[in-house]
């Protein structure tokens, strides 16, 4: 039996560095610029945060401590954040947190106000959103976001309010999202399988004014 060899293709060491420096731009606090990373695991979206928070800590790192500022770093899990914290030397210029956390600690010293405004606004809202249920049909209220199914939640959606166009679909690990055009406004349609949410986002400050008429649109009988 013969043995064959092959030599893996790689690349060299650097050849993401164009990216991080696309996100360094993104942190000048003057750029204006926001920006999302979408990759999957293991692709170096960890070691693309720690290259963008020690961009900021050569930045901005005697500023901020001159003027009692921090850069919040806020993450879903406590083992993320622990591995941040580690990567960084606990650095105290970046205040690292739980998302949890970090509304808990944005919210202290209001917490009489939220209860009143609590008793008084809630119930108004859950009895809004309860009418509003009856208005969604019943095959939309029932089905479970699957990868296999997120086709025929598509044509669900977007039934009531064709035409609409497709201009491109990005699949991910338990995510999908579709960029669409209706009305000659553009939109992203989020599916998120983890979560079971579904949720559109307009992409410009046009389309996100239409939201709601787009909302009712869609639920409507």
């Given at each position: 039996?013969?043995?064959?060899?092959?030599?893996?293709?790689?690349k060299?060491?650097?050849?993401?560095?164009?990216?991080?420096?696309?996100?360094?731009?993104?942190?000048?606090?003057?750029?204006?610029?926001?920006?999302?990373?979408?990759?999957?695991?293991?692709?170096?979206?960890?070691?693309?945060?720690?290259?963008?928070?020690?961009?900021?800590?050569?930045?901005?790192?005697?500023?901020?401590?001159?003027?009692?500022?921090?850069?919040?770093?806020?993450?879903?899990?406590?083992?993320?954040?622990?591995?941040?914290?580690?990567?960084?030397?606990?650095?105290?210029?970046?205040?690292?947190?739980?998302?949890?956390?970090?509304?808990?600690?944005?919210?202290?010293?209001?917490?009489?106000?939220?209860?009143?405004?609590?008793?008084?606004?809630?119930?108004?809202?859950?009895?809004?959103?309860?009418?509003?249920?009856?208005?969604i049909?019943?095959?939309?209220?029932?089905?479970?976001v699957?990868?296999?199914?997120?086709?025929?939640?598509?044509?669900?959606?977007?039934?009531?309010?064709?035409?609409?166009?497709?201009?491109?679909?990005?699949?991910?690990?338990?995510?999908?999202?579709?960029r669409?055009s209706?009305?000659?406004?553009?939109?992203?349609?989020?599916?998120?399988?983890?979560?079971?949410?579904?949720?559109?986002?307009?992409?410009?400050?046009?389309?996100?004014?239409?939201?709601?008429?787009?909302?009712?649109?869609?639920?409507?009988?």
């Amino acid at each position: 039996m013969s043995q064959e060899f092959y030599l893996a293709e790689t690349k060299p060491l650097d050849h993401d560095n164009s990216v991080d420096k696309g996100i360094q731009e993104c942190l000048r606090i003057s750029s204006g610029k926001s920006f999302i990373t979408f990759a999957g695991a293991g692709s170096g979206k960890t070691y693309s945060l720690k290259q963008a928070l020690d961009f900021l800590k050569a930045e901005y790192s005697e500023d901020f401590t001159r003027q009692g500022k921090q850069i919040a770093v806020v993450t879903f899990t406590n083992n993320a954040a622990d591995e941040i914290k580690d990567r960084i030397e606990q650095n105290p210029i970046f205040a690292v947190s739980t998302i949890h956390s970090f509304c808990w600690s944005a919210i202290a010293g209001f917490n009489e106000d939220i209860r009143k405004w609590y008793l008084e606004k809630i119930p108004c809202d859950l009895k809004d959103i309860e009418e509003n249920k009856k208005e969604i049909k019943d095959v939309k209220k029932d089905i479970i976001v699957t990868d296999k199914n997120i086709e025929t939640l598509i044509d669900i959606l977007f039934s009531p309010i064709m035409p609409v166009t497709i201009q491109e679909k990005i699949i991910g690990a338990d995510r999908e999202n579709i960029r669409f055009s209706w009305a000659g406004h553009h939109f992203v349609l989020n599916f998120e399988i983890y979560s079971q949410s579904c949720w559109i986002e307009g992409q410009d400050g046009q389309s996100t004014e239409l939201l709601a008429t787009l909302h009712l649109a869609i639920i409507k009988e």
